[in-house]
C-alpha cells in the first residue's frame, strides 16, 4: 500500500491528537520488559517527561514528527522503552528508548561526550523521538 502524503501527514497528526488529548500528554521512560502496548508495567517510570500543548512538531513539507524534551530521572536505570500516554494517562504508543547510535526510536541522552546508558536519579536527559510515515 502506498499513501499520499497528505494521508501520511493526517496519520502522524492523529497520533499526535491522541498524545495531546486531555490537556496534553507526557513519555514515560522504563528499564523493565515491555508489556503488551496498554498493559501496565510491572515497574515505575525512570522519569516521565511532561509535554507541553502539543508533544510533537510536524515537519514543514514531508510525514515526520519529532519532538525534544528534558526531564530529570526518578529511579536509577538502563532505558529500555518509552510509552506516550495522554493527559489522562492513557496509553498511545510504546517505542523502544536507547541511547544516540543505538537505533532506538526514543533517543535518550545524558548530554555527556560519552553518553552513559545509567541513568542515576536526579540526573537531566534529553529526550528525542522522530515518527516518519514511510510512503
Not at 493526517?10 to 508489556?35: C, M, T
Not at 526518578?74 to 532505558?79: D, E, K, M, Q, T
Not at 518509552?82 to 537505533?103: C, E, H, I, K, T
Request: some cysteine; charged content about 15%; glycine content about 12%.
Amino acid at each position: 500500500m502506498s499513501l499520499t502524503l497528505a494521508v501520511r501527514r493526517a496519520k502522524l497528526l492523529a497520533i499526535r491528537g491522541h498524545i495531546d488529548a486531555e490537556g496534553g500528554g507526557a513519555v514515560h521512560i522504563f528499564g523493565s520488559n515491555r508489556p503488551a502496548t496498554g498493559e501496565p508495567s510491572a515497574e515505575p517510570p525512570l522519569l516521565i517527561g511532561a509535554f507541553g500543548p502539543v508533544s510533537f512538531a510536524l515537519h514543514a513539507t514531508d510525514a515526520i514528527l519529532t519532538c525534544t524534551l528534558e526531564a530529570n530521572v526518578a529511579v536509577s536505570g538502563l532505558p529500555v522503552w518509552a510509552r506516550f500516554v495522554d493527559g489522562a494517562g492513557v496509553a498511545v504508543m510504546d517505542l523502544s528508548a536507547g541511547l544516540p547510535g543505538s537505533g532506538a526510536q526514543v533517543i535518550v541522552s545524558d548530554g555527556q561526550p560519552v553518553p552513559s546508558m545509567q541513568m542515576y536519579v536526579g540526573g537531566l536527559v534529553t529526550i528525542n523521538c522522530s515518527l516518519m510515515e514511510p510512503e
